[in-house]
């Protein structure tokens, strides 16, 4: 081979490279070991195993594009829907279409829509706020979505006040707040458990036990989990407090916050439009999200109005865009909740059912880019306890934890695993005898933790 010829391979062989290293590529929960997801249906605390492969089923990438293959379904147990929605977690077909090098949108501002806007890095799909209901002027009365006539000029008219999903079907949430759109099943919020939140404003985690996709850690800077459909990272709710790495971790801030009105009458913009329903006890201040307005802050750990900012993360050292799943001091989600109203990038996904190029495809044992063993933390609770030990991994997991539970003298009681993507797992202690017990978790055969449990 001459010299010119060698040039454009060389130029090949260094974009295969650079894309091998990107986290868009090497981020994802690839499932290896077969898992399949499991539901839980209303008046039955026993979940069902389903037949549908869990988190990602592969990655392949081009020079411009990535291409993840999944199902949809989570690791953790989805379900039940206590809102009335008949539908359960379905398999999904195709691949999510995501650009490799996004771009600033320097027009104007392509706001989120209906459906998939985004994915989680376990293959499951991110909505915006909406949830396909909103206030119809004329009738004055709500319109759109199950149960409600349809909206004046049909589901792509925009209205003048659009219903919020986080507040009006909060009911209809599983534990790992989620549920499904015609089997779609997706989070419009930050994907940790109802019952990890400071302040626990659903029960549904203690009538159906199960989790989320990560655990809120306060002390580190929060896991890459997803990307939007511009392209850009999506994080949990801490990060470094200046966009520069500096400044410690900290909780990063909405700059949305609600409006102080009684009567919705005018936008933010002070736009006046037909009136919606006056802020009451069944249409309270957040049901809309016209309730909302955005002030621009100048302390570097809040967010610009499309709830991102340009800052250093663990994954892009460099720095990059980067939108954060948004919570309150409480940790319930915080509007706009992940991404929105408007994408900051240009929106180039998509979902497609084939692939039309030459693609590589990403094989985890290459990567070097994924977190260790040492960076998780497990905590066990109640202990002591009577009943059973649930054992929680904080973060996000990307391997399988294998948790035992040995007597006194070593001898091995019961096992149990916490799965990727993925945080907790429970050990049953009511046909123990009373005593200490030694709670051991480990991945890969590295010891995360092992700690000493009292069986009352």
Known sequence: MNKIS?????????????????PAITSWLLNTTGITGRHYVQGNPAPIQDNSPANVQSVQYSGNWVYV????????ITGPFLDGNPSIAQPQTGYFKLPLQPVQNTGTPTGTTGGNIGIFINGVALFDYRDGVAWNTNTNSL????GNPPCPGGPATAQSWNRDAILAERVGFDCAKGHPAMGNYHHHQNPSAFNLDLDVISNICDLYLADGLYAIDSTTHAPLIGYAYDGFPIYGA?????PDGTGGITRIKSGYQLRSITARTH???????????LVSSTYPLGYFREDYEFIAHTEADYLDEHNGRFCVTPDYPQGIYAYFATVDEEWNSAYPYVVGPTFYGVRTASKVQTISEPVTTWNPSSSTTMAGATDL????????????????VRGMLENEVLVQLFSENGALIQEATIQPGSTICYLDARTLYAGVYTVAASTKGRVLSAEKVVVE
């Open 238 to 242: 801490y990060g470094y407090k200046n």
């Open 267 to 277: 936008h933010a913009n002070g736009n006046d439009v037909p009136d919606g329903p």
């Open 377 to 392: 933390k497990v905590g066990i609770f109640p202990n002591p306890s009577a009943e059973f030990f649930a054992v929680q």
């Open 69 to 76: 293959k999944s199902a949809g379904i989570p690791s953790y």
């Open 6 to 22: 060698l040039i454009p391979a060389l130029l090949l062989l260094g974009l295969s490279l650079r894309a091998q290293t990107s």
């Open 143 to 146: 319109c759109g979505g199950p």
